[in-house]
């Protein structure tokens, strides 16, 4: 399939991140806005089969993998019945899922029976009580147990570690030291200015130098991957001993956007081609008003040529200020 969302700069978006719900079971400080969250009407949600559709022109126009997140997507039933109809569309090589892992275990084999490939799972402490700060939920055992049974049943599994300077950045060795032990990639991400509460700081970004610098001291010498995939967010590293793998997600001190190759659809129905657009294309009212696949795909085209440079030029036209946009409304 010949790729047709092509921006200005030469970049091809083949990943598109589908935002099934802004709504979460947990309240992660770095995300969810504190106390007074108001939730997308559900006559704004995108319905299962406006997602299918949407998927179906991304996929025509190149898209090749496509990720259900949220807010959290295991909120939305009857999850599993989307993800089976994405998987029968053509030109679509994987489906992923990122969640908070609360609702997974219940949810295990319908998801797996469902086609999807690949699941990320977050997880910010193995401390309960920070786990609780960090979350505002007390589930630790329970995302412990849905990573557990993700792998018994096959999933390619990776976990999602935020790390924000003085909540979590001393158990980086520990995370290291789980992915040494499990085999399961930890990826670090670094704090970006998308909570929903305004609590970010440049100061409470730790650095991907920093956590190499913990992990050097505290483990050993850590070198990239040789082969890794150029275009993925997330930098490989493993250790001189071959034992484990890390990833980085450095989006703050070391932005990838000219690799960028991925696109959004937030649960409102909007076409983010940046994670740091705001507001993105209003590709629901769009779609609602009776337009034909073929008007989508151009329109689609269209703002896909539009995309910003990247997050600097983003930052020229937005500043870098907490709140830019809500983490939890677009899905990582
Ligand atoms: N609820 C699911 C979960 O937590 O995995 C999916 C949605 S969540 C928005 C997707 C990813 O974004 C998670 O790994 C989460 O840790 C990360 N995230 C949320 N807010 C962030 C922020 N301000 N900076 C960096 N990563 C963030
Ligand atoms: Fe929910 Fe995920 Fe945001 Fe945490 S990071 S509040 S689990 S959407």
């Known amino acids: 399939m010949k790729s047709k969302l092509i921006d200005n700069y030469g970049r091809i978006a083949k990943k598109l991140r589908v935002s099934v719900t802004d709504r979460c079971n947990m309240r992660c400080g770095y995300c969810m806005p504190k106390n007074n969250t108001k939730w997308f009407d559900s006559t704004e949600v995108l319905s299962f089969e406006e997602i299918i559709r949407l998927s179906s022109i991304f996929a025509n126009l190149g898209v090749e993998k496509i990720r259900i ?18 998987a029968k569309i053509p030109h679509i090589k994987s489906i992923g899922l990122t969640t908070n892992g609360l609702l997974f275990s219940d949810k295990v084999k319908k998801l797996k029976s469902s086609g999807l490939n690949s699941v990320n799972i977050s997880l910010d402490s193995f401390k309960e009580d920070r786990f609780k700060m960090m979350t505002g939920t007390n589930g630790l055992g329970k995302v412990i147990s849905s990573i557990q049974k993700a792998r018994d049943v096959g999933f390619d599994v990776k976990i999602n570690t935020v790390v924000v300077r003085g909540w979590n950045d001393d158990e980086v060795v520990e995370f290291a030291n789980f992915a040494r032990h499990t085999g399961i990639t930890v990826r670090f991400i670094e704090f970006m200015p998308l909570d929903g509460t305004g609590i970010w700081r440049s100061d409470l970004v730790f650095s991907k130098k920093e956590m190499i610098e913990k992990l050097e001291s505290g483990i050993g010498e850590v070198s990239p991957v040789l082969e890794q995939e150029i275009s993925a967010p997330a930098k490989l590293y493993s250790f001189s001993d071959g034992i484990g793998t890390v990833g980085f997600i450095p989006s703050v001190t070391e932005p990838f956007c000219n690799q960028c190759d991925r696109i959004r659809l937030t649960s409102d129905g909007r076409f983010l081609t940046c994670l740091f657009e705001n507001p993105g294309y209003d590709i629901k009212s769009y779609l609602r008003r009776g337009a034909s696949d073929e008007e989508l795909s151009q329109c689609l085209i269209h703002c896909m040529a539009m995309k910003q440079e990247g997050i600097v030029s983003l930052i020229r036209i937005n500043g870098l200020k907490p709140k830019l946009n809500l983490m939890h409304t677009i899905g990582g």
Request: overall charge neutral; hydrophobic content about 40%.
């Open 69 to 86: 997140t949220g807010g959290e997507p295991l909120v939305r039933p009857l999850i599993e019945n989307l993800i089976k109809s994405i």
